[in-house]
Structure formats: C-alpha cells, structure tokens
C-alpha cells in the first residue's frame, strides 16, 4: 500500500481479525487509484442508538493531494457496515477519478468540470410544502435541552437563546447527545 492506513475504534476493540479485513479490502483502493496519500477508518459501537441494527458505525476518510473524500455506514455489525462504506468510497473515487481524467482530457481543470456538469444538469425546484408559526420563548441552553426532553422533540428544538440574544437550534445527535446551531451573521 502507497497509503498511510490508520485504524481507530470508540466503545470496542479492534482485533487481529478486523484489522487484516480492513487492510485486506482497503488495498484495493490502492490499486484503482495511486492518489490516495491517508486512509482513516473509524469504528464506532453506539451504544445509546435506539435501534440494534445501526449501532455498529463505519467512517472512511481518504486524503489525497487536494482532496478529501469521506463515506459513513451503520449496521448490526461491523463488518456490514465496512463493508456498504467502502463500496460508497470506491463509487466516490470512479467519480472522483472520471472528473480528473475529463478535465485532463481537455485542459481544464476538476473544478472547471465540475462548474460546467453542475451548470448543464436539470435542478430539482425546491418547493416549501409547509409553513409553521410558533411562539418563541425567551430561554437558556439548559432549559432549551428540558423543554426538548419534556416535548419529546427527537430530531431539534429551536429557542430564543437569552444568554447570547440570539436565535438558536438544539439537535440530537446520532450519538445521542445533543448539538447547538447558533447563527453567525456575516456582513
């Protein structure tokens, strides 16, 4: 391998096994694109998730010379969830490497592509299918994340912050624990 691999794990242990399954697959990438400088592979045993079959998590982060591709996957167990990550890595590489090559092809650069297939390509138009008033409650961050527990608000909860007088969003995370949006108004 031309790559540095580096393997880490949170709430389990990464064994022999695993550790050779990992190198095993992710030699491949190697061998269908040179470019690759590090691959990071994180494994995650989630044991706050809700369902048994997303606790086990597989992130791959590869790094190269300008650029950074990064695939996420959940299953009931590791291997799976390895697995259907590194198929959607080796998609994003064949489409990584097939804009290279195109903009090789014709003097231009990735970008440049990537602007142009963008620009040509029909959009999908967004449309607002629901509008929905509330009242907001002045509030601190603690009360926010009770209020959020007490209404059963699973996905987010969004509360006039008092302590920064600024509007904020309180999320849960896949992890279980929660997150704070707080906007920034740039001139």
Do not use: C, W
Not at 129 to 137: C, G, P, Q, S, Y
């Amino acid at each position: 391998m031309a790559f540095e691999l580096e393997i880490t794990a949170r709430n389990m242990e990464v064994t022999e096994r695993i550790r050779n399954y990992i190198n095993k697959k992710v030699s491949k990438l190697d061998r269908h694109f040179d470019e690759i400088d590090e691959i990071k592979v994180d494994l995650v045993y989630a044991k706050s998730v809700r369902s048994s079959t997303d606790r086990n998590v597989a992130q791959i982060t590869a790094r190269g010379r300008g650029f950074m591709l990064r695939s996420e996957e959940r299953a009931d167990e590791i291997f799976a969830a390895f697995d259907i990550a590194l198929e959607k890595m080796q998609r994003q590489v064949e489409r990584y490497k097939g804009k290279r090559q195109k903009a090789r092809g014709d003097g231009r650069s990735v970008s440049e592509v990537v602007l142009e297939k963008e620009s040509v390509e029909p959009e999908e138009i967004a449309v607002i299918a629901r509008r929905k008033e509330f009242d907001l409650v002045p509030m601190s961050e603690d009360e926010a994340l009770e209020q959020m527990k007490l209404l059963a608000h699973d996905n987010f909860f969004i509360f006039f912050n008092v302590g920064k007088n600024v509007i904020n969003v309180l999320y849960r995370r896949r992890d279980g624990s929660y997150g704070l949006i707080e906007p920034i108004v740039r001139q």
